[in-house]
Every structure is written in C-alpha cells, then in structure tokens.
T-cell receptor
Framework: DQQVKQNSPSLSVQEGRISILNCDYT??????FLWYKKYPAEGPTFLIS?????DKNEDGRFTVFLNKSAKHLSLHIVPSQPGDSAVYFC??????????????FGQGTRLTINP | DTAVSQTPKYLVTQMGNDKSIKCEQN?????MYWYKQDSKKFLKIMFS???????INETVPNRFSPKSPDKAHLNLHINSLELGDSAVYFC??????????FGEGSRLTVL
C-alpha cells in the first residue's frame, strides 16, 4: 500500500531552467511533508518542509507547494544547477509519536541537470 | 565531523549468520531511527527510540532487535540472516517534531 507516490522515476532539465518534482499522497491524515535529496553512497539530506496549514514554503531556490484537496505536492527548483543532480524523495507524516516523525517516503525521482 | 555515523558501511555475509550495525549521533538529539531501503528503493521505518525508550516498532521480524545503550547510540542486531534482508539500512536522528538527519547507510548483502 503505497501512501506516497512519486510517479516520475527520472527527470532531465537544462541548467538554469526550472525543475518541478511531483508527489502524490493518499492518506488525508498526513499533516507534514518534507523533501529530501540524496547523492549516491550518501544518506538522504533534508531540503525543505511544509505543514498542512500552509500551501507554499520557500527557501532560496527551493519552493514547495501543497495542494491538500488534490493530495499533491511539488518541489520547484529555480534556477537549476548541476549540483542539484540527485535523487529527490518526498516524505509525509501524521501526528508524531512522542516527538518522533514516522516518515512515509515515496520511491524517489532522479533529477539530472544538463549543462 | 560526521553528525550521524554508521558502521560498517558495507557488510557481506552468509545466510543464517548474525550481524550488527552500529549508529552514533553527535547532534544531541533525543530520538533515533532505523530505516530500511529495499531493492525497490523505498525507505521504510523499522524502529524509533526516544531517549533509550522504544516508541515505534513497525512490522519487523523478531530477528531484528534494536538496542539503545544511551541516547546517542542505536544499534541494530539481526539474527539468522535471510536473503531478503539484503538492503541498505539507514540510521537517523531528530529533535522532537523536527526533520530527520540520516547517516550514510550500511549496505548489507546476504549470500
């Protein structure tokens, strides 16, 4: 039962253009959403998050949009840089358990930025 | 100075053996986790400890036993290894309600 889905296994974008990564979820109880970035042979690194009370959160070149009615979120990277080439994971959680986030991850999208 | 460190990074072993993966964090976090990334690349939570207390225990075979000697360490011991245990295991830590910081992963291969 895949509660968080990233339907695009890969995405290729020209350097300087906008990268848009998408994520869908099925569990309406999720109230906190995160994006992680992962380079080969490294652990996932936190990128940006959004609470369900917001529909947009921005941090530098990264913006996450949340559409609760569609159960959809997206990550926009603009402008895209070669160092952004990585696998991006979407994750969601509902009420923390004693402060612990029980994150449910999508299967990732491999982003390649072409010079 | 690595924030969340795991050892070993690579582990190759035979079916039926027992192995352990160690994890240490120097971030001062109270909560630590073990996640498993399977062959389909999904990251799934296995366990979480808060200040040495087990608070999340997903449907994981009894052969997997986490141990937290103190809040900076969370080890994973696996008995009677099976082929299906081959995966990358990630340790993570967090502040209460905060984002998770992951280690580099430990790739376990069971032959």
């Amino acid at each position: 039962d895949q509660q968080v889905k990233q339907n695009s296994p890969s995405l290729s974008v020209q350097e300087g253009r906008i990268s848009i990564l998408n994520c869908d979820y099925t569990n309406s109880m999720f109230d906190y959403f995160l994006w992680y970035k992962k380079y080969p042979a490294e652990g996932p690194t936190f990128l940006i998050s959004i609470s369900s009370i917001k529909d947009k959160n921005e941090d530098g070149r990264f913006t996450v949009f949340l559409n609760k009615s569609a159960k959809h979120l997206s990550l926009h990277i603009v402008p895209s840089q070669p160092g952004d080439s990585a696998v991006y994971f979407c994750a969601a959680s509902k009420e923390p358990i004693q402060g612990a986030q029980k994150l449910v991850f999508g299967q990732g999208t491999r982003l390649t930025i072409n010079p | 100075d690595t924030a969340v460190s795991q050892t070993p990074k690579y582990l190759v072993t035979q079916m039926g053996n027992d192995k352990s993966i160690k994890c240490e964090q120097n971030l001062g976090h109270d909560t630590m986790y073990w996640y498993k990334q399977d062959s389909k690349k999904f990251l799934k939570i296995m366990f979480s400890y808060n200040n040495k207390e087990l608070i999340i225990n997903e449907t994981v075979p009894n052969r997997f036993s986490p141990k937290s000697p103190d809040k900076a360490h969370l080890n994973l011991h696996i008995n009677s290894l099976e082929l299906g245990d081959s995966a990358v295991y990630f340790c993570a830590s967090s502040r209460p309600y905060g984002e998770l910081f992951f280690g580099e992963g430990s790739r376990l291969t069971v032959l």
